[in-house]
């Protein structure tokens, strides 16, 4: 039986059945990943790059990420604070100028997310030190934002492990009692209910 399929797939024609099928698989599989890393259809092509090139805070458009539950979104009256007073040009900004016109809200599709039942909130992680583009990569040379990585398990949990090791750059003098805060730190930062409860 497996003799006999394998003389069918060593003619011309099994051959090239082969080829097919394994460029389909690899193509699908390319395309897959290109879908996955590719930025979603924003309603406003919003550049982030000019924005924080000008010297504007993250904090200003997102600043439930020092002070509430979750960083949000500035709304068109955030922009239109200064964009009233800006020159309506280009492609996007005449799409803001409808938004406001019509009081209607942007529909932003959210890409940096994790799932409901995981609990990440940003205040202990800014408290710790860490800057946004730890996490969000080099926004200043993004135009509609894109994840650095995936916001996975193992990406929440490769930092945990790395921010509490006993090694010189987390323990510089090797103290005992540096060693025993970062074990307990490690014992609660990879502790299962710590994300999901
Ligand atoms: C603190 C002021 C400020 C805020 C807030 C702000 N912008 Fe801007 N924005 C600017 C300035 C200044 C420019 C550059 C204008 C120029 O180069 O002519 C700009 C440029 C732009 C451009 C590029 C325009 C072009 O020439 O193609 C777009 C699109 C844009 N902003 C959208 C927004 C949106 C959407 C928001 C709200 C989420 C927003 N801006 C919030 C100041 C601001
Ligand atoms: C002028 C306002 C403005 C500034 C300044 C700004 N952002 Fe944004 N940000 C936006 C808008 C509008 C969106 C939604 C459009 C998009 O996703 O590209 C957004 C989206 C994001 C997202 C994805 C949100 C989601 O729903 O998934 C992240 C993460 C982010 N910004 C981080 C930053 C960081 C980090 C900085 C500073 C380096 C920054 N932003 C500066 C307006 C701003
Ligand atoms: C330790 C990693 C980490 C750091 C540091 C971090 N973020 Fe986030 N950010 C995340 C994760 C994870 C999410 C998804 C959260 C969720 O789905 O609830 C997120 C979501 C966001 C969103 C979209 C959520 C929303 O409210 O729509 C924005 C905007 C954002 N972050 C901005 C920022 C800004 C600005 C800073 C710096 C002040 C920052 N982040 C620092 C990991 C981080
Ligand atoms: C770049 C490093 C980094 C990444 C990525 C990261 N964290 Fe953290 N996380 C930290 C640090 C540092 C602290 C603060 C530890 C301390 O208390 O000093 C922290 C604290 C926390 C806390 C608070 C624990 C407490 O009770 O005080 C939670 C919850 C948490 N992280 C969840 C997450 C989740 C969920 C993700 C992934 C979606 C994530 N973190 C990704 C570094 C990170
Ligand atoms: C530092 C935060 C963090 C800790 C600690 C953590 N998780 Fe998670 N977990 C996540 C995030 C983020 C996701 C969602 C993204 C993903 O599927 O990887 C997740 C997803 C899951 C899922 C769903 C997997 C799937 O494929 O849908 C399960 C089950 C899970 N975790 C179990 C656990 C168990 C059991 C532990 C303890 C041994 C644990 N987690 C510890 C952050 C964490």
């Known amino acids: 039986m497996i003799k006999k399929l394998f003389n069918v797939l060593n003619q011309p024609l099994g051959r090239i059945g082969i080829f097919i099928i394994a460029l389909v698989v690899l193509s699908g599989a390319v ?25 504007i805070q993250c904090l200003y458009c997102h600043p439930g990420a020092l002070r509430g539950p979750s960083p949000g979104i500035p709304t068109e009256t955030k922009c239109w604070g200064c964009h009233q007073q800006i020159a309506i040009q280009g492609t996007e900004l005449p799409k803001l100028a409808a938004y406001v016109k019509n009081n209607q809200p942007i529909d932003w599709v959210p890409v940096a997310q994790v799932p409901d039942f995981v609990h990440f909130v940003h205040r202990p992680h800014i408290a710790a030190g860490l800057n946004c583009e730890d996490c969000h990569g080099n926004v200043s040379n993004m135009t509609v934002y894109q994840n650095p990585q995936v916001m996975n398990m193992g990406w929440c949990l490769n930092c945990h492990r790395a921010k509490t090791a006993n090694n010189p750059q987390n323990n510089p003098t090797n103290d005992p009692a540096v060693a025993a805060k970062l074990e307990a730190l490690r014992v609660k930062l990879t ?7």
């Open 31 to 55: 395309w897959g990943i290109a879908q996955a890393q590719k930025p979603p259809q924003q309603p406003i092509q919003f550049p982030h790059n000019l924005h924080v090139r000008l010297g």
């Open 191 to 197: 502790d299962c209910s710590t994300c999901h409860y």
